[in-house]
């Protein structure tokens, strides 16, 4: 695509894929939060555990950063390391927006990798800690996606077994849901 830069090519293949994950099959939207304050929200979240997709395929250390705007948007910078912890830095970055202005549970992603861009990547937080803000997960329309976040690097076993039993029987598939290896404390 004349548009992107060759060194985004990752980049390019993770937006490809969103659209065309929104394009497959009929499934049930999973339901989201009722209600997420995106200025709690806002801040490094870990990635602990998600599902498999080419775009995420050998990344450690993943992380997302968002930081809110005066104009309610929220940016966004997500950075991993490509193989080890010692490996190469990858980032993407880009701007949200609610598309549910009442529970602001359901946020589109735009890539600014992407001058031009026709569609936007859905955000949805579907679980997320309402008293504290220590964890969330986030998913998609067509529950393609499944990315389980925390406050820090690490969360308890018995806690995380007990998310993805919940997520099992919302629907979501536990034998895909793989960990994220983060850097030792």
């Avoid at 395929?57 to 950075?79: K, P």
């Avoid at 890539?111 to 031009?116: G, K, L, Y």
């Avoid at 949805?124 to 997960?137: F, M, P, T």
Wanted: a negative charge; glycine letters at 4%.
């Amino acid at each position: 695509m004349s548009l992107c830069r060759p060194k985004l090519s990752r980049s390019l293949v993770v937006v490809s894929l969103v659209f065309l994950i929104g394009l497959s099959g009929c499934v049930t939207p999973p339901a989201t939060v009722d209600f997420v304050d995106l200025e709690r929200y806002e801040g490094l979240w870990y990635e602990i555990a998600s599902y498999p997709t080419f775009f995420n395929q050998d990344l450690v250390a993943t992380t997302a950063q968002y930081t809110l705007r005066e104009d309610g948007r929220v940016d966004l910078i997500n950075r991993a390391r490509v193989g080890d912890f010692d490996g190469p830095e990858t980032t993407i970055a880009g701007v949200a927006r609610t598309t549910d202005p009442n529970s602001n549970s359901r946020l589109a992603v735009r890539f600014n990798q992407f001058p031009v861009c026709l569609f936007e990547a859905h955000y949805w937080i579907i679980e997320l800690d309402q008293e504290n803000y220590q964890y969330a997960v986030v998913s998609d329309p067509r529950r393609s996606t499944l990315f389980i976040l925390s406050r820090t690097p690490t969360v308890d076993d018995q806690f995380l077994q007990a998310l993805i039993d919940d997520l099992a029987a919302r629907g979501f598939d536990p034998n895909e849901i793989q960990l994220t290896p983060q850097p030792p404390q």
